[in-house]
């Protein structure tokens, strides 16, 4: 059966930066989602420990977070300079933290390796009022051009569904070409490409959907056959990667519930923090 995975940030009071060595982890269910096929990650909790640059009642944010580079091994994720998670592996994921407006440095290093080891990849990540950003990292350290190890951040629309349900697709198996999501047969999210999101999230009616994922503009054959069971005001994130045990492309789903504080947005800015390579700010598709 395929799991859900999620996660309860406890203790938080809109931070970031935290003085900790680690994190503990913990396994869930990935949710009613259905089939066998959805990769198990493991989830993060947030530490309690908060500094007072961040305490206040500053209006905000949120914030989740997936390691999506099959080739990056465990890493440690620093934001503005201190470290947030250790040792993350790939398909790690958080829930979302909330977190004040502002602009945060995502830096990545390899696990255990020190606050002046070299940047893996970092980016500038600019956090509107109300907005709630999915931070990716993504592609290799072997990689070039769109396919080298990067972070890139992509805005989850959480306003409510009205008893809908809310679907979009993140493009993250490195080894993909451009892809398709097919619902009976027919396209229903057309041209992702690597590093990018689906054109808009969709808007279903609840109920069970069979899915594929195909090479943009074919119908056959399948890259990843999907059966999902999409709960009324539930937002799901399917995220491309490959299978660490077939290397194939397999969906990650992400799943959470709107944020009635939610605002429209566009595109969260992306800039490159010291050291990192230039990176632009991620469009739709």
Same mark, same amino acid.
Not at 30 to 37: C, F, R, S, V, Y
Not at 65 to 77: E, I, N, R, T
Not at 119 to 131: D, E, H, K, R, T
């Given at each position: ?5 999620? @996660? ?5 009071? !809109? ?13 869930? @269910?990935?949710?009613? /989602? ?10 993060? *909790?947030? %530490?309690? $420990? &908060? ?19 099959? *080739? ?21 994921? /958080? ?7 502002? $602009? ?15 940047? +893996?990849?970092?980016?500038?990540? &600019? ?10 990292? !993504? ?6 051009? #769109? ?9 989850? #629309?959480? @306003? %409510? ?42 808007? !279903? ?14 119908? $056959?054959?399948?890259?990843?056959? +999907? ?5 009324? *005001? /539930? ?5 491309? &990667? ?10 990650? $789903? !992400?799943?959470?519930?709107? #944020? ?22 991620? %469009? @739709?598709?």
């Amino acid at each position: 059966m395929k799991t859900r995975i999620f @996660a309860t940030f406890t203790a938080i009071v !809109l931070g970031l930066f935290f003085a900790m060595s680690g994190i503990n982890t913990r396994t869930a @269910a990935q949710g009613a /989602t259905q089939g066998p096929t959805v990769p198990v990650a493991t989830v993060r *909790d947030a %530490p309690a $420990t &908060v500094p007072p640059l961040l305490r206040g009642p500053t209006k905000g944010g949120y914030v989740r977070l997936v390691h999506a580079s099959a *080739d990056a091994g465990q890493v440690d994720v620093y934001v503005n300079g201190q470290v947030l998670l250790s040792n993350v592996k790939y398909l790690d994921l /958080t829930d979302f933290l909330p977190l004040p407006s502002a $602009t945060y440095v995502f830096a990545l290093r390899k696990a255990n390796s020190g606050a002046q080891s070299q940047i +893996l990849a970092g980016a500038q990540v &600019v956090l509107p009022p109300g907005v709630s950003t999915t931070v990716v990292a !993504l592609g290799s350290p072997q990689g070039d051009g #769109e396919k080298r190890l990067q972070i890139k951040a992509f805005v989850t #629309e959480r @306003a %409510p569904t009205k008893g809908g349900v809310r679907f979009d697709v993140i493009h993250a198996a490195q080894d993909a070409p451009t892809v398709d999501v097919l619902a009976g047969g027919r396209p229903i999210l057309t041209a992702i490409r690597f590093g990018y999101v689906s054109d808009a999230a969709l808007n !279903l009616d609840p109920g069970s959907y069979a899915l594929a994922v195909v090479k943009s503009g074919q119908i $056959t054959p399948t890259l990843y056959d +999907l059966s999902i069971d999409l709960k009324a *005001d /539930t937002i799901y994130t399917a995220v491309a &990667v490959r299978d660490p045990a077939t290397g194939k492309t397999k969906l990650l $789903t !992400l799943i959470t519930t709107p #944020e009635t504080a939610a605002v429209a947005a566009p595109p969260p800015m992306l800039t490159p923090p010291s050291g990192a390579a230039t990176m632009a700010a991620t %469009p @739709a598709r």
